[in-house]
């Protein structure tokens, strides 16, 4: 199992920035796939930002343009810029990472999960 710790959550005014950071206790470049999602209160959790070293990144379309997702060698940790924020950006970011596994002809994948951070932003 992966140990992820997600941190830079917090309270911030509409336009402003924060940045999401999370360390793993695994490499992670050894993961197939390494995500953001949010869950806003009374709403589904959601996919926010994707990435992984075999791939090139992927966002929501809510996000595209204002949040970046980045691999961070030094520190081991996948960051999460987040620009221009609105308030329908609040909620509570979690980190994941995917590893697949087993023969080619049984591949089988595992996701890991954060404890999460909350990300408010006030209008």
């Known amino acids: 199992q992966v140990q992820l710790v997600e941190s830079g959550g917090g309270l911030v005014e509409a336009g402003g920035s924060l940045r999401l950071s999370c360390a793993a206790s695994?490499?992670?470049?050894?993961?197939?796939?390494l995500g953001w999602y949010r869950q806003a209160p009374g709403k589904q959790r959601e996919l926010v930002a994707s990435?992984?070293?075999?791939?090139?990144?992927k966002y929501a379309d809510s996000v595209k343009g204002r949040f970046t997702i980045s691999l961070d060698s030094a520190k081991n940790t996948v960051d999460l810029q987040m620009n221009s924020l609105k308030p329908e950006d609040t909620g509570v970011y979690y980190c994941?990472?995917?590893?697949?596994?087993?023969?080619?002809?049984?591949?089988?994948?595992?996701?890991?999960w954060g404890q999460g951070t909350q990300v408010t932003v006030s209008s």
């Open positions: 990435i992984s070293a075999r791939a090139l990144p």
């Open positions: 994941t990472a995917t590893l697949s596994y087993g023969p080619v002809e049984k591949v089988q994948s595992r996701t890991d």
């Open positions: 695994r490499n992670i470049f050894r993961f197939d796939d």
